[in-house]
């Protein structure tokens, strides 16, 4: 149809969008197929030109934060463009208030909007019915926006609490399982990586130095070692055109639970659908689940670095790791870390340690000196004092298990049980049949309240007891049958002969210095290990047994 003289000429844009991009094509089929439709309908408006044709795919209608959506916002602002096409009104938006906002514009500028689909058309006085309509279709699109986004929220929130991976990008050391996109496996070269971290850590290497010997030995960050796979991963954390290691990317990696086997998601997350920036969320509302993965470091290791973490271990300047007794040391006082002073004698140097609060303050603490050679000989001593006497526990326990007495006793606490579970029975057969007298009018309601508060009593009574029997009934049966994985870890280092910094802090806790050089060691499985001690002293005090080695007691 030709122009005729006179007939406005519309320079215009058309504009397409959606919301998630179609795999790895260039432009995604469905905004190929809206360019195609608006094409198709303009061919028979000649009085309408097409100068640009905007696209923003992989963009959601919720915000007009859009890059192509504001180019040609500025082309219509500049004059440039006075008529927009769409397919239909989502098209340009699902936000109803800002859409509104944005036809409301196209209105004061005399731009021409055209929505094929819902058959609207500013310049058509034949369409201006739709008018009313048209605040209604945004409303309703505002809502179905709405309420995709609760599905997709409740969608992601069960498979988080099944303990499904939801992220766009596993975390280093990790990689999607490619059958399953939800399930976590191993990158077997970023988990060497890891566990390298972790074993520098315990060595005593500070977060720096590891950073430092990772960069020296060309090991890519994970920001680029993801882009090394061909990854579109992109990070906040990244400040240099290439993203190396850093102190910070080390302690991350100590602290991130991830390498233990569980998965904790949920840390950020949106207020609503209409607000794109993630804001951190209360740490009580994260979502934690346990063995969704294979760990990549032991459990030990992890809770011992974190210890550390939250310790004073920082390094001398002139050296690469921190000093021996680092973040272990502390006044049995005031309960303060020891200070590591280095005193020069002639030819010499003496290294001795004291209480910090005294140092900042005599009055406050005193010295509780101790030399460092004088505390080496004894930890290196209590250590193997330790672990033989646990090689003892272990030779006591196994004993116990071996006594028919024992299964004697099994078999007393059983039938202690099963009295027990009768008189609970018995107790309530009492309380319902003082319930069925009440209802029946027979028992005063004062008397069946005595009687509720008597037997209610006397069940709550009956209840502890049996469970007190079952604990013990369960240490009789299990004492030396299942091996104490608490003992099989002090186990692995008897045969050590030099005392390193890793060992110090896979054994021990903390180290208290009282005055007078005495020495309290705190040695890890500390519960473990009394537990153990009590447990032989009841059974050979119950049975008058005689251990074979007086020395685990």
């Not at 094509?25 to 608006?38: A, D, G, M, Y």
């Not at 859009?66 to 397919?87: L, W, Y």
Request: aromatic share 10%; glycine share 4%.
């Amino acid at each position: 149809m030709p122009i005729l003289a006179g007939d406005k000429v519309y320079n215009a844009s058309t504009y397409s969008r959606l919301s998630d991009d179609d795999g790895d094509k260039p432009e995604s089929n469905s905004i190929t197929n809206q360019k195609e439709f608006i094409r198709e309908f303009l061919k028979s408006m000649p009085e309408i030109r097409i100068c640009s044709e905007r696209v923003d795919d992989g963009f959601s209608g919720v915000d007009f934060f859009r890059p192509d959506f504001q180019r040609m916002m500025m082309d219509i602002r500049a004059g440039k463009i006075d008529c927009v096409v769409v397919k239909d009104l989502s098209r340009l938006g699902r936000n109803y208030i800002e859409t509104g906002k944005y036809l409301n514009e196209f209105a004061e500028l005399n731009v021409r909007f055209i929505a094929i689909n819902d058959g609207y058309d500013s310049a058509n006085s034949q369409g201006q019915a739709n008018t009313i309509l048209l605040p209604i279709k945004n409303l309703m699109n505002d809502s179905y926006s709405r309420d995709i986004s609760i599905k997709v929220r409740s969608h992601l929130e069960l498979k988080k609490r099944k303990g499904e991976f939801v992220g766009a990008f596993a975390a280093y050391g990790y990689m999607k399982s490619p059958t399953n996109k939800n399930q976590l496996i191993i990158d077997e070269y970023a988990a060497a990586v890891v566990q390298d971290i972790f074993q520098w850590k315990l060595e005593g290497m500070s977060q720096q130095g590891i950073a430092d010997r990772l960069n020296e030995s060309g090991v890519l960050s994970p920001c680029e070692y993801k882009r090394s796979l061909g990854m579109k991963y992109t990070s906040g954390f990244k400040l240099n055109p290439k993203a190396l290691w850093s102190a910070v990317a080390v302690g991350r990696v100590l602290k991130n639970p991830l390498y233990l086997g569980v998965m904790v998601q949920g840390k950020k997350g949106r207020p609503n659908y209409k607000i794109k920036a993630s804001m951190d969320k209360p740490q009580e509302t994260w979502i934690r689940v346990e063995n969704t993965h294979d760990p990549i470091v032991s459990a030990d290791d992890f809770e011992t670095i974190n210890g550390l973490l939250r310790t004073d271990t920082r390094i001398a300047t002139a050296e690469k790791t921190v000093y021996l007794f680092a973040g272990l040391l502390f006044c049995a006082d005031c309960k303060q870390n020891m200070i590591r002073k280095t005193v020069p004698v002639k030819d010499k140097k003496y290294i001795y340690y004291s209480c910090s609060t005294n140092r900042s303050n005599k009055h406050d603490c005193t010295t509780h000196n101790i030399s460092e050679v004088l505390l080496l000989d004894t930890v290196t001593d209590c250590i193997r004092i330790h672990i033989d006497s646990i090689i003892n526990i272990e030779k006591s326990l196994d004993f116990i298990a071996s006594l028919p007495a024992q299964k004697d006793e099994a078999k007393k606490v059983d039938k202690q049980i099963e009295k027990l579970e009768s008189e609970h029975e018995q107790a309530m057969m009492f309380k319902i049949s003082a319930y069925e007298k009440y209802i029946e009018g027979v028992l005063p309601e004062e008397e069946f309240k005595q009687y509720q508060t008597i037997y209610t009593k006397k069940c709550e009574d009956i209840e502890k007891a049996m469970e007190n029997r079952r604990q013990e009934l369960d240490a009789i049966i299990n004492a030396g049958t299942v091996k104490n994985e608490w003992i099989e870890y002090f186990k692995a280092f008897q045969s050590v002969d030099k005392l390193e910094r890793k060992i110090l802090v896979k054994l021990i806790d903390k180290i208290y210095i009282h005055e007078g050089n005495r020495i309290e060691i705190i040695f890890k499985y500390h519960n473990e290990y009394m537990a153990a001690i009590e447990y032989i002293a009841s059974r050979t005090q119950h049975g008058n047994t005689e251990l074979p080695v007086k020395e685990a007691i």
